[in-house]
């Protein structure tokens, strides 16, 4: 017989986990494996499994090229892209390019070498296997959900995302996007392409009431075209024009109404909406819908309704739950099937010919706890699994290789353990994680009874056996003929009554108890069998003994103490083998890894009047590398066992022997459950943690015993010869299983048992929601270390010698870097809990307990002292219990022994340095002052011993309060010594303490809490903190200070000292507040000159503003700023700064000279108006009092141009308050300081200022139409210059000095003046032909000279045909 697989379900939310080839094979990704299928309309068959991946399969795709047909790709949460041959169920290239989760994969139909996947951070990865080369692509910033390689354009891929965008991009022009499709509102669930190129009018027939994205339907183009389909999470299928990337029609799922009521408000809650497009007829798409209905869709038919329902004809065809993966194959018959996985764990095949469902294939969906067949209906295997659904399977169906029938009403949680009925055919017991006792008629519609005793953990033992006192025995009508008997994970064995299951179950242990006599506690139950013939019950404990009792009063007629860890499995050999003797052995499995079977043969037959203790086994079975789980006797052989292991292995074994014949690797994981076949000899079906249920033949297996792992060398040793005596406390029980699948659960570690414990709970209970795939690294390997290869039905063995490229073993071996980091954190926190658990505490009393622990002897005589103390006058005044050697009966004696031994307890611990235990006596007999008075005097007060201070009387607590702060401040704790200051009400004391040690928050919190507002400790403190806070730098804690303690002038003065802009602003604030009017002045001053140098003239003209002293200096920063926004505009910065400069709205008048433009912002501005006499004459005064040293030639040309501003602005309010004497007297420095600022910027960028620009004679200005103000302007320099010869003579003699210049240099060199000088010389025939004899005839000459060879500037030759009207 070929073995049978039931296989772990699809995987859940995934866009292609599933896919077919041309062959009619079906692959689908279950957990961390690929499972194959062959595809036919009458049954499956199942190939095997591809198994490489450490987490969850995502995606799965065959390559559909002839020739590479048996090629697949797979993708997983593990990080790779892996590529399989079915047929070798080989790797045979893998790449990990990818850093985020892959969310989606696809083969390309065109390219037979190109696999497409995309991640959830955005990337698509186009792979060419052969030659192992990636490019990576990034479309969008989006999380990818989907996407299909196009069937008609080789370098086209459709990528669906998480909200709704759908683009297709060209993969040979970098991911170049073609087409952004619009339309979904929620997830892409699936995109498939239309199979053909169809004309673009094959849809025109549609009805009105569909249009497409962007408008009406596509019409009047004849060519051919690629249409995409996509459903969404909004409830919508949309056909795309690929070609146009445009809409072309929109279909909204039907809300369909179930037999037996309306549609479930909760269903559409979940969807998911995957769409297939049918590879014969381009007209028809197939979708999903809200409950697990499969739809066809015909595209060209008119109408609302263009949807057939699959599976109408007959009920229950339909998936009870939504459907993930759709994919279809097409047979030689010219039949179309189509292939559907679905959350309610079944694959279904259906016939697209007649919309009927042809086969089911059940699947599972978290761990396989428990396998039982019937002994009624031979061959029909019940299985618990972790899924909550208990699956029935005929295992002997004629008609079906998977005639499973699923139980899930009433069950809700993980089913744990299964039995079924001795007699009736359809009863079935089952038991729950949750504690669950039921019983289910499995050919009946109507949910299982349930006991209404529920187990307080999970349950693990069901057997059903003869009832037990005081549940009436007969059968006769009176009482049931059987009981159900459970064993839980508190350690109790319940008995329910199977005609009245909501009667109250009885503990056995009550029975127990009266039958034997027994007073002390029992241990936790873990395990129980009956013998066949129902007279002889076994029952397996958590200590590790196995107790035997006699049917119907439970006498116990043996305990078997071999175990000494948890028994989790015994069983009686069947009664009906050639040799009768035989059914008295009893197998049994426990945490320890060993199998001990025992002979009770002499027991049972002659039972003893007192129990017997067994302590030798009949056969030992050593082999197995970690816990056994299960046991199952051939029913076929003398004498053969079966054993399930966490090792991952079954083995069978000849037990008479002590041999090893078979062992069983198949299980990619630990096994919970193993059953021989009632019909078959040679087959045995296991189940385990790896989701699966597997049938596998004993004699076609290639190893004999069990993978040899680190503890195999440990377990030789315990064999029974070196058994260990039982250990007293017992240990914690480990539970059966846990699961996990994906999503809303997480696998345990590999090194912890998924059974854990007993007699705890299940790790994490399993959501209706797929169980979390991910499966722990080295659970997919043997103990030894080797990597689990793929693994087939035809061979079930582990395929260790493959001959397989190097490459290949290095893939296969190779484990995510994630892995060893993750095994690392879970072992050092395995090792944080360790070290967090708590220690014993030290013994109090230790002489006494040391001399309890003497010798019997002594002991015996401590025993006759006492009662001589107790008892005998004559002995009292030769004892001393309390003391030396009788110290430890100073516990049982009077009060004075008592005392004695505190004392000499004390004295110990003082010595020993525990001095906080000699102090704990000595307030154990109520001594308080003793013990304050010893603690001060060895400096070990604490605050347990100050909080009994009290109760010794006032003077004492006080005296105590004081030493212990004493203590505090020698330990440096000088705000807790002041905190038990307060305590006493020394307020001062505690201030000053705090004080002294510079803690003056501290200290300046309880002066202000406890101290009135006027105590000059206050002032005294904030002076002393300010203090301390200026030296250490601190000036803002500091400048607090001294505002509390009435010192606002140091304040403002600590602020300032940072000296940076913030810190002079809030200083002459500050200063201004408190009404050091002077000081914030020059605060004030000082931050506007610092924002002058970063160039934000907004922020000076504000600091200055409210300080209206400073009005002359605000003056001089406007003037400022409109002549540096004048050189600013001509591309001329007399320096840099990193800021930006911050212009006011009036700057911008650049239309005007200077001055005039000066005069008018003064005027607008600040209010300076020739009206307003008495504010001009404070600005002009303020101006006057101003003084700036002479510049040098360091001196920089931000200061130079603040003196020039300077300069000009007092001249300036010269001309407004009409005192030209003095305006003539300033304005030649102004020039003086603007030929000084031309020339030390000669090395940098030329500036263009000369004595003209200062006057705003500049050639900006020299080229408008204002000749008025030109004349006026050279009308004033004449007068002053015709009034101040000396100033004259020093303009001529700048004049000879750089013709002089001039002269000396060679003949090659030919000199351009700056523009200053000529416009100088204008300045100077201006004057001579206004005042002839004032200007040199020589002085004139040159200058006209110097006018005429360089002034070729346009407004230099106007203004010199004005001034010497004959030059040309």
């Known amino acids: 017989m070929p073995g049978k697989l039931l296989t772990p379900s699809p995987n859940w939310y995934c866009s292609r986990c599933s896919d077919t080839n041309p062959r009619g094979i079906l692959g689908f990704g279950a957990k961390n494996s690929i499972f194959l299928l062959e595809v036919s309309p009458g049954q499956p068959l199942i190939l095997g499994e591809l198994a490489g991946h450490t987490e969850r399969v995502t995606g799965f795709t065959f390559c559909q090229h002839l020739g590479l047909v048996d090629i697949c790709a797979s993708a997983s949460d593990d990080g790779t892209v892996k590529v399989w041959d079915i047929q070798t169920k080989n790797v045979l290239q893998e790449h990990s390019a990818h850093q985020s989760p892959i969310t989606a994969v696809h083969w390309s139909p065109l390219k037979k070498e190109l696999v497409v996947s995309g991640d959830e951070k955005g990337i698509v990865i186009c792979w060419w296997y052969n030659r192992n080369d990636t490019h990576h692509f990034f479309p969008e910033p989006r999380t990818i959900f989907c996407l299909s390689c196009s069937p008609h354009n080789e370098d086209q891929v459709a990528v669906g995302y998480k909200d709704g965008m759908i683009v297709i991009i060209d993969i040979n022009r970098k991911g170049e996007v073609i087409h952004r499709l619009r339309g979904h509102d929620g997830e892409i669930h699936f995109l498939s392409w239309c199979p053909q190129l169809c004309e673009s009018q094959f849809l025109s027939d549609a009805t009105s009431d569909t249009l497409g994205l962007n408008g009406e339907l596509m019409k009047g183009d004849t060519a051919k075209d690629c249409f995409l389909a996509s459903g969404s999470r909004d409830q919508t299928i949309r056909i795309w024009n690929a070609t146009k990337g445009k809409g072309v029609i929109t279909l909204k799922l039907p809300s369909l109404k179930r037999r037996g009521g309306g549609t479930d408000a909760g269903i559409k809650e979940r969807i998911w909406l995957t769409v297939h497009w049918s590879r014969s007829c381009p007209t028809q798409l197939l979708s999903s819908c809200f409950g697990g209905e499969l739809l066809l869709w015909d595209l060209t038919k008119t109408g609302k309704q263009k949807w057939t329902l699959l599976g109408s004809s007959s009920e229950g065809q339909n998936h009870s739950r939504i459907i993930f993966n759709l994919s279809s194959v097409s047979l030689q018959d010219n039949c179309e099937l189509l292939l559907s996985t679905s959350m309610d764990r079944d694959v279904k095949c259906w016939d697209l010919n007649t919309l009927d469902c042809c086969w089911t294939q059940p699947t599972l969906g978290g761990f396989v706890y428990s396998l039982a067949f019937s002994p009624v209906n031979i061959g029909s295997l019940a299985i618990g699994v972790g899924d909550s659904m208990i699956r029935v399977w005929d295992t002997l169906s004629l008609q079906r290789a998977y005639d499973i029938k699923t139980l899930w009403q009433g069950i809700k949680s993980k089913v744990t353990a299964l039995c079924w009925h001795p007699t009736k055919e359809s009863s079935l017991a089952f038991g729950t994680e949750d504690g669950k006792v039921g019983i289910y008629e499995i050919y009946s519609n109507k949910p299982p009874q349930i006991s209404s005793s529920y187990h307080r953990k999970t349950v693990y033992a069901l057997a059903w056996g003869p009832p037990l006192p005081p549940m009436a025995n007969g059968g006769d009508g009176d009482g049931p003929g059987v009981s159900l008997y459970s064993c839980a994970g508190e350690g109790i064995i319940l008995q329910h009554n199977p005609w009245k299951l909501t009667a109250d179950a009885q503990d056995i242990n009550r ?340 001399n309890d622990h003497r010798s019997k002897e002594e002991l015996l005589s401590d025993c006759v002292n006492l009662a001589n103390i107790l008892y005998s006058k004559e002995s009292e005044s030769q004892s001393r219990p309390g003391s030396g050697a009788e110290i430890q009966l100073g516990l049982y004696a009077d009060r004075a022994a008592l005392y004695r031994m505190f004392k000499e307890e004390g004295q110990n611990h003082l010595e020993a340095g525990h001095s906080e235990i000699c102090y704990q006596l000595m307030l154990w007999k109520g001594d308080i002052g003793g013990a304050l008075e010893l603690a001060t005097e060895r400096g070990e007060l604490n605050d347990t011993l100050v909080a009994m201070a009290p109760m010794a009387g006032h003077t004492v607590w006080v005296r105590t309060v004081e030493a212990f702060s004493k203590q505090l401040c020698f330990q440096e704790q000088y705000v807790k010594a002041a905190t038990y200051l307060l305590y006493i009400h020394k307020v001062y004391e505690a201030v000053k303490l705090l004080q002294s040690h510079q803690l003056f928050r501290e200290a300046i919190a309880i002066a202000k809490a406890r101290l009135q507002p006027d105590d000059p400790l206050l002032k005294e403190l904030y002076t002393n903190c300010a203090g301390v806070m200026e030296k250490d730098g601190h000036y803002t804690i500091a400048a607090k200070c001294y505002l509390t303690a009435q010192s606002p002038y140091d304040a403002a003065k600590i602020l300032a000292r940072k000296g940076d802009i913030p810190s002079l602003r809030a200083a002459a604030t500050v200063a201004s507040i408190v009404g050091e009017q002077e000081l914030s002045s020059l605060f004030s001053s000082r931050c506007s000159l610092d924002l002058l140098a970063q160039r934000d003239w907004q922020a000076a003209q504000d600091v200055l503003r409210p300080q209206e002293v400073l009005l002359g200096q605000r003056l001089v920063l406007c003037t400022y700023e409109l002549l540096y926004r004048y050189l600013a505009d001509g591309n001329l910065t007399l320096w840099k700064s990193m800021n930006a400069p911050c212009y006011h709205d009036w700057t911008l008048r650049s239309d005007e000279p200077l001055i005039r433009s000066v005069i008018a912002i003064w005027q607008s501005e600040f209010g300076i108006t020739p009206a307003n006499t008495e504010r001009l004459k404070t600005g002009h005064q303020q101006l006057r009092m101003t003084e700036h040293p002479a510049a040098s030639p360091n001196t920089s040309p931000r200061l130079l141009m603040l003196y020039l501003a300077h300069d000009l602005s007092v001249a300036i309010a010269c001309s407004l308050l009409s005192d030209w004497t003095q305006m003539t007297t300033d304005l030649p420095g102004v020039a003086k300081k603007a030929c000084r600022l031309r020339r030390i910027s000669k090395s940098g960028p030329r500036c263009g200022l000369g004595a003209g620009k200062g006057l705003g004679l500049h050639s900006a200005t020299l080229q408008g139409d204002d000749r008025a103000t030109i004349k006026t302007s050279l009308f004033s320099v004449s007068c002053t210059h015709s009034k101040e010869t000396s100033s004259m003579t020093t303009l001529m003699g700048q004049l000879r000095d750089i013709t002089q210049q001039q002269s000396e240099l060679p003949e090659t060199v030919t000199l351009h003046p700056f523009p200053d000088v000529v416009e100088s010389s204008l300045v100077l025939l201006s004057i001579s032909s206004l005042v002839p004899s004032i200007v040199p005839s020589e002085i004139r000459n040159q200058a006209a000279t110097l006018v005429q060879t360089y002034g070729t500037a346009r407004p230099y030759q106007r203004a010199a045909q004005r001034i010497l009207p004959g030059t040309a």
């Open 511 to 850: 029975l127990i108890r009266e039958t034997n006599g027994i007073k002390h506690k029992l241990p936790g139950r873990s395990e129980l069998n009956w013998k066949p013939d129902g007279k002889v019950l076994a029952i397996g404990n958590d200590d590790g003994s196995i107790e035997i009792f006699q049917a119907p009063h439970l006498k116990l007629l043996c305990t078997i103490q071999m175990h000494h860890k948890l028994v989790n499995a015994i069983r009686w050999h069947h009664p009906h083998g050639t040799q009768p003797e035989l059914s008295s052995l009893i197998a049994s499995g426990s945490n320890n890894a060993i199998i001990y079977v025992h002979n009770l043969k002499t027991v049972l037959e002659s039972p003893p009047d007192t129990p017997i203790t067994v302590t030798e086994p009949y056969r030992t079975l050593p082999g197995h590398t970690a816990k056994i789980t299960s046991l199952a006797w051939s029913p076929h052989h003398d004498g053969r066992l079966v054993s399930a292991c966490y090792d991952g292995t079954a083995q069978v074994w000849d037990v008479l022997k002590e041999e090893p014949l078979s062992n069983y690797r198949g299980h990619i994981g630990r096994l919970l459950g193993v059953q021989w076949s009632p019909v078959d000899s040679d087959c045995v079906w296991t189940g385990g943690d790896d989701f699966t249920v597997r049938q596998w033949e004993v004699s076609k297996q290639e190893h004999t015993r069990p993978p040899k792992g680190k503890k195999s060398f440990e377990f030789e040793k315990k064999r029974p010869n070196c058994a260990k005596p039982k250990s007293k406390k017992a240990r914690k029980r480990t539970e059966k299983g846990s699961v996990g699948q994906d999503g809303e659960e997480t696998r345990e570690n590999s090194t912890q048992s998924v059974a854990g414990s007993r007699n705890s709970s299940a790790d994490q209970a399993e959501e209706e929601e797929e169980e979390d795939c991910r499966d722990d690294t080295e659970m997919a390997k043997l103990s030894n270390g080797t990597s689990r290869t793929p693994v087939s039905l035809n061979e079930p063995r582990a395929l260790e010698n493959t001959d397989l490229p190097n490459s290949l073993h290095t893939n296969l071996s190779q484990t995510p870097q994630g892995k060893p980091d993750r095994l690392k954190d879970e072992r050092r926190r395995e090792r944080a809990e360790v070290a967090m658990k708590k220690k014993k505490g030290r013994s109090v009393l230790p002489l006494s307990t040391i």
